[in-house]
Nanobody, 114 residues
Framework: QVQLVESGGGLVQTGGSLRLSCVAS????????SAWYRQAPGEERERIAY???????TYANSVKGRFTISHDYAKNAAYLQMNNVKPEDTATYYC????????WGHGTQVIVSS
């Protein structure tokens, strides 16, 4: 079973930046689209960024203009660059690759202090 490992979360001040990484344990992930989701305490998991294999991206309105999703299929990796973070960005962030069934990481926590 393929494993996805996220990293890069942590504590950051409002207005700061973080870069989340997601690396797959197997090769061949260039075949799949990927996405970042987040889940705040007491809230449902929501998709915030999506990238196709041809690098077309879509974003939730809450992060548009501040977050950027990218991938490096040679490294079997996906990334989420988070700029100008806000306290409402505090959540656990998960990456997902659109394998069948989808592959998920275990999450990395981001806490934004005001």
């Amino acid at each position: 079973q393929v494993q996805l490992v996220e990293s890069g979360g942590g504590l950051v001040q409002t207005g700061g930046s973080l870069r989340l990484s997601c690396v797959a344990s197997a090769s061949g992930f260039g075949l799949y689209a990927s996405a970042w989701y987040r889940q705040a305490p007491g809230e449902e998991r929501e998709r915030i960024a999506y990238i196709t294999t041809s690098s077309t991206t879509t974003y939730a309105n809450s992060v548009k203009g501040r977050f950027t999703i990218s991938h490096d299929y040679a490294k079997n990796a996906a990334y989420l660059q988070m700029n100008n973070v806000k306290p409402e960005d505090t959540a656990t962030y998960y990456c997902m690759f659109e394998t069948n069934p989808p592959s998920w990481g275990h999450g990395t926590q981001v806490i934004v202090s005001s």
